[in-house]
């Protein structure tokens, strides 16, 4: 049963609705599937390392944010607080 509604199913749409003529698809010659193949290699030798790239960009934005997001203290003022003395020396070398 299930496998005559099949068929019925794909012999309906290879058949045209308004003249009601076969509609068979056409196949692809060697030449178009070779031109098919070297313009896929062609777009993936430029996608792949395009995304990487992107990959990489996006990891040092991710470092240079997290570089911004960090407080930091100065440091004139820990060498002040570690030893009064050795803080002018360091400072006026």
Do not use: Y
């Not at 313009?39 to 990959?55: R, T, Y």
Request: glycine share 4%; hydrophobic share 40%.
């Amino acid at each position: 049963m299930q496998e005559q509604e099949t068929l019925t199913t794909r012999m309906k749409s290879e058949i045209c609705p308004c003249c009601k003529t076969p509609v068979t698809p056409p196949r692809m010659s060697l030449r178009e599937m070779a031109a098919s193949a070297v313009c896929g290699g062609l777009l993936l030798s430029i996608l792949i390392p395009a995304g990487w790239m992107m990959a990489q960009w996006a990891e040092r934005q991710e470092r240079q944010l997290l570089e911004r997001m960090v407080w930091r203290e100065p440091l004139d003022e820990w060498i002040g607080f570690l030893h009064p003395c050795t803080s002018n020396q360091i400072l006026a070398e």
